[in-house]
């Protein structure tokens, strides 16, 4: 498609678990970022990667949070031990090189029993 | 983690009518942006402002960069039932950080 393809759109887990949300930016756009958003709230960054250079993850909230980016495309959050705090919407966006406009994809709505 | 300080958080006006809605932060931004949310999709680009002073339109939007790089402003003209839906504003550029700051939104509710 031609926008943010964001996947599973809804997921919902047990207290514990792992899980992974992927991410699949527009194409030929070098820089992605996840961002989280609570219930009635803003957007939140975590994360932000660009090219083959260090990512930003300044915004990840703790160590059960990582991601990673393949081959400059694809990326994956992955949450390990979720909390019932890590309940939000995690929304990615791209961006042709990293000071044009951020687009955004339809997000993943995570749910934790 | 830092956000900017929108308002009003919520408008419920009549259909035909103006809205305003603006932005604030004690940092200088080189980018000011605003988003419309509707509900279970992403934040879609409404207006992307990057020199200070500017005002920029979009049909009936109409933003503008404070002079300070510390403000922003939207206006929409003649609003209309689809106008419905959560404004966001969104700063970039903080020390040279490209990840956007975002305001706590402005739900925007129409009565036809």
């Known amino acids: 498609g031609a926008g943010v393809s964001q996947s599973p759109s809804n997921k919902v887990t047990e207290k514990g678990k792992d899980v992974e949300l992927r991410c699949d930016p527009i194409s030929g756009h070098t820089a992605l970022y996840w961002y989280r958003q609570s219930l009635g709230q803003g957007l939140e960054f975590l994360i932000y990667?660009?090219?083959?250079?260090?990512?930003?993850k300044s915004g990840l909230p703790s160590d059960r949070f990582s991601a990673e980016r393949t081959g400059g495309s694809v990326s994956t959050l992955t949450i390990q031990r979720t909390q019932q705090e890590d309940s939000a919407v995690y929304l990615c966006a791209s961006s042709l090189i990293d000071n044009q406009p951020q687009h955004f994809g339809d997000g993943t709505r995570l749910s934790i029993l | 983690g830092q956000q900017l300080n929108q308002s009003p958080q919520s408008m419920f006006i009549q259909e035909g009518e103006d809205v305003s809605m603006n932005c604030t932060s004690s940092?200088?931004?080189?980018?000011w942006l605003w988003y419309k949310q509707e509900p279970g999709e992403g934040p879609v680009l409404l207006i992307a402002l990057y020199k200070a002073g500017e005002l920029t339109s979009n049909g009936r939007l109409t933003a503008q960069f404070g002079i300070t790089r510390k403000d922003s402003f939207l206006n929409i003209s003649a609003s209309i039932p689809s106008d419905v839906g959560i404004y966001f504003c969104a700063g970039q550029g903080i020390q040279g950080a490209q990840k956007l700051v975002f305001g706590q939104g402005t739900r925007l509710t129409i009565n036809p």
């Open positions: 940092s200088i931004f080189n980018t």
């Open positions: 990667f660009q090219g083959n250079s260090a990512p930003d």
